[in-house]
């Protein structure tokens, strides 16, 4: 019989009640339910409280009391990450805090080209306000109308847009960060050079909010490019697709803005399962790749590259179709194909997940290597392989054999986990690319890395959290 939840002293509930008001505390289990129920449905919650700060300052007065009455904090941002790091355990004694209310775009320098957000701000409206100021944030997410941009700083995301300008991390030139004792560190400078002493802010980025709450970044944004254009390719293989990155990355440079490959079975569940898409090609391909191709000069410029690109490509026996963009529209219904194939693979049925890297050249290699891997620990398994080949970015999921039982498949969530990532230790590369440690990988992360850097990592949490309420069991 699992253990009944424990209760949180209800004295100590209404001193955190009141910090925030009963307006922004919720208590009511039908109104807490969204904050611990996150979006595989694998680490379920308990919770007996949220908290919902408006400001800085009283971020600071939960986490002083946090600390004074030893009640762990998971800080929670548009509750969007796979891998378990926002949800609270199921002890019941754990109390999330959505940053939803620090909301406000402080400031948009035109001349410095950053943006002073909260950690509240949802990545899309950062999009949308950039672009009303003629710039352009580059960060993109298949979640960007729900993720926060305090949550992308956390997991130190990736997304399509990580091969020119590269991850949150990038994209990050300060922050403001509270403390477990309380204590604020305002370091939001907008400074592209500064040595003075340690980067203090990359702690906080990708720590995932073991170690303090970021609650505002000062963040990059760029001048929005004159031209874009957006084609879609049919290719043989993965090598085909690598010699055509090749091609791309030598005529465009830095104008190459994006670089995703497809195997066949995603998009054939897109077609499938989502409704008004239609096929990229007129014929079927082994193998897909969308890129694009940004230019600060002029839209001719870029559609000459993206001509000159694909041209070479086709001589070269490396692509067999292509098509481009011709608007708005197409570029949009285009780009939905490729961010449609996460949702399209639930119906389904049981999908076990990767989000891997490696080596840009060794993506070939570890695509046939893991796909054997796959079939070895259970014949007949479809791999569902997409993602960001620009930056060796896969997201390697596989899903059901037709006609398995759901939960008969997910129990070789670990082997199949195990297989693949051994591949992916051999190739020098990384089992855990852009969506974190959190709970999932937390396990793996300390049983693969070297023993310094585990003991590294738990000196800079013991420093900063001895108190150790920071969102405990995730990460290390």
Same mark, same amino acid.
């Given at each position: 019989m699992d253990a009944k939840p424990v209760t949180l002293d209800p004295a100590i509930v209404d001193r955190f009640v009141?910090?925030? +008001?009963?307006?922004h505390a919720l208590t009511v289990p039908q109104d807490i339910a969204p904050h611990v129920e996150e979006p595989r449905g694998l680490f379920a919650?308990?919770?007996?409280?949220?908290l919902k700060p408006g400001s800085t300052e009283e971020v600071s007065r939960i986490l002083k009391l946090a600390t004074e009455t030893g009640t762990p904090i998971v800080p929670q941002g548009g509750n969007t990450g796979l891998v378990g790091g926002q949800m609270p355990d199921a002890t019941g004694r754990e109390v999330v805090l959505s940053l939803s209310r620090l909301n406000r775009i402080r400031e948009i320098d035109l001349s410095s080209n950053t943006a002073v957000v909260e950690a509240g701000v949802v990545l899309q409206t950062l999009q949308e306000a950039a672009s009303a100021n003629d710039r352009l944030f580059?960060?993109?997410?298949?979640?960007?109308?729900?993720?926060?941009?305090?949550?992308?700083?956390?997991?130190? *995301?990736? +997304?399509i847009g990580a091969l020119a300008y590269g991850t949150a991390r990038d994209l990050c030139l300060g922050l403001e960060v509270v403390l477990p !004792? +309380? #204590?604020?560190?305002?370091?939001?400078?907008?400074?592209?050079?500064?040595n003075t002493g340690y980067d203090l802010k990359n702690l906080f980025v990708g720590a995932e909010g073991t170690l303090g709450v970021i609650t505002a970044a000062v963040v990059k944004l760029y001048p929005k490019p004159k031209g874009r254009e957006l084609a879609w390719a049919g290719v043989a293989s993965p090598v085909a697709a690598l010699a055509l990155f090749e091609t791309a990355?030598?005529? *465009? +440079?830095?104008?190459? !803005? %994006?670089? #995703?490959? %497809?195997e066949r079975t995603p998009l054939d569940f897109v077609l499938k399962h989502i409704p008004g898409v239609q096929p990229p090609l007129s014929g079927e391909h082994p193998w897909y790749v969308m890129l694009e191709i940004s230019s600060g000069r002029s839209v001719e410029d870029a559609q000459a590259l993206m001509e #000159?690109?694909? !041209?070479?490509g086709l001589e070269a026996g490396h692509v067999a179709d292509a098509v481009i963009a011709q608007n708005e529209a197409? *570029?949009? *219904?285009?780009?939905h194909l490729r961010e449609a194939m996460s949702e399209a693979q639930r119906p389904e049925g049981g999908s076990i997940k990767h989000d891997i890297s490696v080596p840009v050249a060794a993506i070939p290699e570890f695509i046939v290597r893991a796909g054997e891997a796959v079939q070895e620990v259970l014949p007949g398994s479809r791999v569902v392989c997409f993602g960001h080949m620009g930056d060796g970015n896969l997201h390697y999921n596989v899903s059901q054999p037709v006609g398995m039982d759901r939960a008969e498949y997910l129990a070789h969530y670990r082997a199949m986990n195990d297989a693949v990532h051994a591949v992916v230790r051999e190739l020098h590369g990384s089992f855990s690319a852009e969506h974190g440690i959190g709970r999932m990988k937390r396990d793996e992360l300390i049983a693969t890395q070297s023993a310094v850097a585990t003991d590294l990592m738990r000196r800079v949490k013991k420093a900063f959290d001895p108190a150790g309420i920071m969102n405990p069991g995730k990460v290390i």
């Open positions: 009141a910090i925030v +008001g009963k307006r919650g308990v919770t007996p409280l949220v580059p960060l993109s997410l298949g979640s960007q109308g729900s993720c926060q941009i305090g949550g992308n700083l956390s997991s130190n *995301a990736g +997304g !004792t +309380g #204590e604020v560190l305002d370091d939001l400078r907008r400074l592209k050079k500064d990355n030598d005529k *465009a +440079g830095s104008a190459l !803005t %994006m670089f #995703e490959l %497809m #000159e690109v694909l !041209t070479q197409q *570029a949009l *219904a285009l780009r």
